[in-house]
């Protein structure tokens, strides 16, 4: 059966493109909205969205913006946007056949029905895709929990932009963070962030709300996360570096690497000074602080 509140049926949308284009095509579905997504080929990357009355709209709009991925130097390909329905049932045994549970640092990621023996230090996060987008899956997910893992403090408060399926505020509260407030723009998102923090045993501890930058009115943050996008990274930038306790630190995801040097011009301009990049495969995360503010002791 499907988690409580969600469709009886659901949307498979592939995209077919070029293997170099593949990457890009799943951070598409994952910013749209996705829920669970996977790549049943080399040049193919698949995804689902409830069938309701935004999903026409959804794929319009990502037919658009695969077409588009040349102008950012990709080869698109086909560019090949295809849709059918799926009963909530068999979507729900697709995901168990790829999902598997992944180590990221000290941080586990697995499903439910994985047993994880847990090291010294780890800590195992329980996602369900057939719950919501943002299973571990891919490479900008990697990179913020790796940034997370070298900069949360013991005690730190963290803030967690376009939240998902809230994977990063649900890591950071099993890391040790003392206050964690996660935030999306998707109200459909929202509950699923909430089904996955109580299914971890951190619904007390993690507060999921609609909204974005400028509906977060909490400042001192010793850590921000936004996996999203380069846009939405620069336009938080000014009113995060204003919101970050003293040697706290901004993390940017859900970048394109041949967009790094534009993003760190452009943190630049609001006033950080970027620390590292990390990079996988085509994605980069950046890490920032206010210019003239030193790094916090973990």
Same mark, same amino acid.
């Given at each position: ?35 669970? +997504? ?15 009355? $935004? ?24 560019? !090949? ?7 909530? $049932?068999?979507?729900?045994?697709? +995901? ?37 987008? =943002? ?17 949360? $403090? ?26 964690? !407030? ?36 909490? *400042?001192?943050?010793?850590?921000? !996360? ?20 003293? =040697? ?12 790094? *040097?534009?993003?760190?011009?452009? !943190?630049?301009?609001?006033?950080? $000074? ?25």
């Amino acid at each position: 059966m499907p988690p409580h509140g969600q469709p009886d049926e659901w949307i498979r949308v592939s995209i077919q493109v070029t293997p170099a284009a593949v990457e890009a095509a799943g951070e598409l579905l994952r910013a749209a909205g996705c829920s669970g +997504w996977e790549n049943p080929a080399p040049d193919t990357v698949a995804g689902y969205f409830p069938a309701d009355g $935004r999903a026409e709209e959804r794929i319009a709009a990502l037919q658009e913006q695969v077409r588009a991925l040349d102008q950012y130097g990709l080869d698109p390909g086909p560019a !090949l946007v295809t849709a059918q329905a799926v009963p909530a $049932r068999a979507w729900e045994e697709v +995901w168990k056949e790829y999902f598997r549970p992944a180590r990221i640092g000290r941080v586990i990621v697995a499903p439910t029905s994985e047993k994880v023996t847990l090291g010294e230090g780890e800590v195992v996060v329980r996602i369900d895709p057939g719950m919501a987008f =943002g299973s571990g899956a891919h490479a900008t997910t990697r990179l913020c929990l790796l940034a997370l893992q070298q900069e949360l $403090r013991a005690g730190g408060r963290v803030l967690d932009l376009g939240t998902g399926s809230g994977i990063l505020a649900i890591a950071a509260s099993l890391l040790g963070a003392s206050r964690v !407030l996660a935030v999306d723009n998707d109200p459909e998102v929202v509950p699923i962030a909430q089904e996955n923090a109580e299914l971890n045993g951190k619904a007390a501890e993690i507060t999921i709300c609609e909204g974005d930058i400028t509906t977060v009115e909490e *400042s001192g943050w010793d850590l921000v !996360l936004a996996n999203i996008a380069p846009g939405p990274v620069l336009q938080a930038a000014p009113r995060v570096a204003g919101m970050l306790a003293e =040697g706290g630190a901004y993390v940017g995801a859900g970048i394109p690497a041949e967009r790094a *040097s534009e993003v760190e011009a452009g !943190l630049t301009s609001a006033g950080f $000074r970027v620390e590292r990049v990390l990079r996988e495969a085509e994605w980069v995360a950046i890490v920032a602080r206010p210019a003239g503010a030193a790094a916090a002791s973990t």
